[in-house]
């Protein structure tokens, strides 16, 4: 049997991870104006059309939106355009973008919602390819890093029609922490991953020295994707190896093509978060508050722990400057190695440009300054591990510091690229514009065993699982109906190596 | 007597239809249209995106009335109703009583503050409401703890106990108001001469408010309640705003249930616009149902 390798982080392996960073800041050519509310945005490769216009830009916000807030302003300025931008939860993205797609007043640049096949969008003709504006696109793509752009994922019929700046080796469920309630609890989890039992006794022991005015856990409970997040990563972490991504990624072991919402990991993790509850040790309000509003009460010192995504960083960093907080890998469950989480290939915050866009000129220069070093430089030094620019030479010479660097040291460590079916058959896509994730879905079962509303978590998470496994093959049934050439057998990859990364040679090797 | 051909009766009240032409113009597009596509759509296997639209028959509907959460979210609006509709009533009949009296020289004022919150958004009212109905620093706990009613802050929306009553409390706050309006203009339709001879006949108090006053306006009471009981079914921004159908569907009514199902799929896949047509065909149906029997309940007690 092969032996499990245990994927720990210390504080050594972080303080390596930031002196290297700083090393490579320092021996680097940094540039001058790294970010002094000023961009040295060059001209443009090529005359952009002078009759201006208003270029309306749509995504999800967060730090994002704190870059593109200080960025657009110059931009504008420089192109003679005005640029209005929104940024938005995913929850409203995922209404307003299909609404506006539908009444043809979709912004020009912007993101999918969650889970909608890209496919579709280019099919249906949303979306125009980024090829005409940016100005030699082959060199251009040539300087990203391998896997970023594919066929099937972010590129159609020869020509790329969603960009991405940023990668998506991250993680939204790490355990972050008041260092204050934490050391009074007698807790370090620098010195190592925690297990579940600590995390339950230093859950306990913050909320019996909260005496009422502050808890040991906290969670956004009423956005439910972050119940299902919890569990999800909590169970690739405990060694209930499974893709991440959409619904036909999502949850499945790549080795033998099957759902694991019924996994022993799973229900540890989801039993994990009932005891937290039952304990008394989680805040008495978070059914009723979503996740950004958890993470507010945080710095407020509502909780002591909360299990999040790196965006909570610069959110923190601008909204609470004093308070001190840590980060760290999630937990494993009691006995366990920590075991590695998996990420697809390609970017993420892909962006497409709508095809009824008239402002393709301009998006286009944007995108492709963004791409380059300069322009990736400029994306971490305000993002950090929020976003992580996906260009590493990049992300090295921003000289991130703290708990980004950490975050982004402890992502490298933890996190693989695992198989993605797309990538393997496009008919794949096929599958995902026709698969409707069952009622009541994995992250409303847990939202309802958390509640009380429902019982027993095995039943639960057993039933959860059938009705996956029955949606997909539902799904797989109708895209063949349609002329799809897809089986399950294109979900199974016996040759993947839950250890190492499934790069390009092992789609070969299939 | 000899009867003049269709033409020429409509050439003769050619200035009538012209003047209905406009409206029935706006009728037709923002009426008529979106009820006949929805029934159309209904029949269709249409993420409502696509250009692919299958056509499937009725079943759509089979699933729906085949769909326990369809049925949970059904009876929880008509639970809803039952809850919030009675209570108006009889609150908003109350306070109108009292500031019927022209001798209460501040009914003006109390008159404005009740109405005041009808005429707030409500997309503001549900969102303001999270933060009081919150468990920590909330007013509504607050409140409860430092009188000791509680020891401990309760999760009023967050609770799949408290979560219903909750909202419905303040669907009744947010629409009293309209209520009180609507009997104020009911109980100023009884000529003061009824009450001066009531008083001359000796009746009343109870006697004057059972056997005469309520009597003149127990038509108006049976539109106020028609009115109340549609409103009432129709509170999906309050929902959304305040708990988005949550938790675990525990205030999930109807009009979230087609929300859900034809635009937002928290899970992340394709919406199904055929889908929540026929949900929403189905429950106009039933609401549609209900006013009629209302109608022909207004009908009979007039006949009284």
């Not at chain 1, 696109?137 to 300087?143: H, K, Q, R, V, Y």
């Not at chain 2, 159309?40 to 028959?57: N, V």
Request: net charge neutral; glycine share 10%.
């Amino acid at each position: 049997m092969k032996k499990k390798k245990e994927l720990k982080i210390s504080r050594r392996t972080v303080m390596k991870g930031a002196l290297a960073a700083g090393a490579m800041m320092s021996a680097g050519s940094i540039p001058s104006k790294l970010f002094a509310g000023e961009f040295n945005i060059p001209d443009p490769l090529k005359p952009l059309p002078t009759t201006g216009g208003n270029m309306r830009w749509i995504d999800s916000g967060d730090m994002k939106g704190v870059f593109w807030k200080k960025l657009f302003p110059e931009y504008a300025a420089s192109r003679g355009i005005t640029i209005e931008y929104d940024g938005l939860p995913w929850k409203e993205i995922n209404k307003i973008v299909p609404i506006a797609i539908r009444n043809g007043t979709v912004h020009d640049v912007f993101q999918l919602p969650i889970g909608m096949d890209p496919g579709v969008a280019v099919s249906e003709g949303w979306v125009q390819p980024w090829d005409d504006y940016i100005e030699n696109i082959d060199e251009w793509l040539g300087a990203f890093p391998s896997g970023v752009y594919l066929p099937g994922v972010n590129q159609f019929n020869g020509k790329t029609y969603g960009t991405c700046l940023t990668a998506n080796k991250r993680t939204g469920t790490c355990l972050l922490y008041s260092e204050k309630y934490m050391s009074e609890a007698g807790y370090d989890p620098q010195a190592g991953r925690m297990t579940y039992s600590e995390i339950r006794d230093a859950a306990k022991k913050i909320t019996k020295n909260g005496n009422g005015q502050y808890y040991g856990w906290i969670i956004g409970g009423n956005q439910v994707n972050r119940w299902e997040d919890v569990v999800h990563t909590f169970g690739q972490v405990g060694g209930a190896h499974s893709g991440r991504g959409g619904f036909t990624n999502r949850h499945i072991n790549f080795q033998n093509g099957k759902f694991q919402i019924a996994s022993d990991q799973y229900m540890e993790a989801v039993e994990l978060l009932l005891q937290l509850k039952s304990d008394g040790s989680a805040f008495p309000g978070v059914m009723s508050m979503n996740a950004p509003q958890a993470r507010a009460l945080m710095p407020q010192g509502a909780a002591g722990m909360i299990f999040q995504g790196p965006w909570c960083i610069g959110v923190w960093g601008r909204d609470a400057p004093d308070w001190k907080y840590g980060i760290a890998s999630e937990p494993v469950p009691d006995g366990k190695e920590a075991q590695p989480l998996y990420i697809a290939e390609g970017g993420s915050n892909t962006f497409w440009l709508s095809a009824n866009s008239t402002m393709g000129p301009f998006a286009g220069d944007l995108i492709r300054f963004m791409g380059t070093e300069q322009g990736q430089i400029y994306w971490a030094q305000t993002v950090g591990a929020a976003d992580p620019a996906v260009n590493p030479d990049a992300v090295a010479k921003a000289g991130l510091t703290g708990p980004s660097a950490q975050a982004l040291s402890m992502f490298a460590e933890n996190i693989l690229v695992g198989p993605n079916p797309i990538v393997r058959n496009k008919d794949v896509g096929i599958v995902a514009a026709k698969s409707r994730v069952p009622d009541p879905s994995l992250a409303l079962v847990i939202q309802g065993l958390y509640t009380g509303q429902l019982k027993g978590v095995e039943a639960q998470l057993k039933d959860c699982n059938q009705r996956y496994e029955d949606a997909l093959d539902k799904a797989v049934e109708e895209a063949r109906a349609d002329g799809a050439n897809v089986t399950r057998d294109d979900w199974v990859f016996p040759n993947w190596d839950v250890y190492s990364n499934y790069g390009a040679e092992k789609y070969q090797e299939l | 007597m000899h009867k003049k051909p269709l033409s020429k009766q409509i050439y003769d009240a050619r200035w009538c239809y012209l003047f209905v032409l406009p409206c029935s113009i706006l009728t037709g597009m923002f009426v008529i249209y979106p009820i006949g596509m929805s029934w159309y759509f209904s029949l269709l296997d249409w993420s409502g995106f696509t250009k692919e639209a299958k056509f499937i028959g009725l079943q759509n509907y089979y699933e729906a009335v085949n769909d326990e959460f369809f049925w949970d979210a059904f009876i929880r609006s008509f639970i809803f109703m039952f809850g919030t509709v009675p209570v108006k009533i009889v609150l908003g009949f109350i306070i109108a009583v009292f500031l019927n009296n022209q001798v209460l020289k501040l009914a003006p004022f109390f008159r404005t503050v009740i109405f005041m919150p009808v005429v707030t958004a409500i997309a503001i009212i549900g969102i303001v409401m999270t933060f009081v109905f919150s468990p920590f620093n909330g007013p509504a706990n607050k409140f409860l703890m430092s009188t000791n009613l509680t020891s401990a802050p309760i999760d009023f929306l967050g609770n799949p106990d408290t979560v219903l009553p909750t909202v419905m409390g303040v669907y009744v706050w947010k629409w009293l108001g309209i209520t009180m309006m609507y009997w104020l203009a009911a109980l100023q339709t009884v000529p003061q001469d009824v009450y001066d001879a009531a008083k001359i006949d000796g009746a009343e108090g109870y006697r004057l408010w059972v056997h005469i006053i309520l009597p003149i306006v127990l038509p108006f009471a049976i539109v106020i309640i028609l009115v109340e009981a549609v409103g009432a079914l129709n509170v999906f921004p309050l929902i959304e705003t305040m708990t988005a159908g949550g938790p675990f569907f525990s205030s999930e009514v109807m009009e979230i249930y087609i929300f859900r199902t034809a635009f937002v799929t928290d899970s992340g896949t394709m919406p199904r616009l055929g889908y929540a047509c026929a949900a929403g065909v189905f429950w106009g149906v039933a609401v549609l149902f209900i006013t009629v029997l209302q109608g022909l309940w207004m009908r009979r007690t007039r006949r009284i």
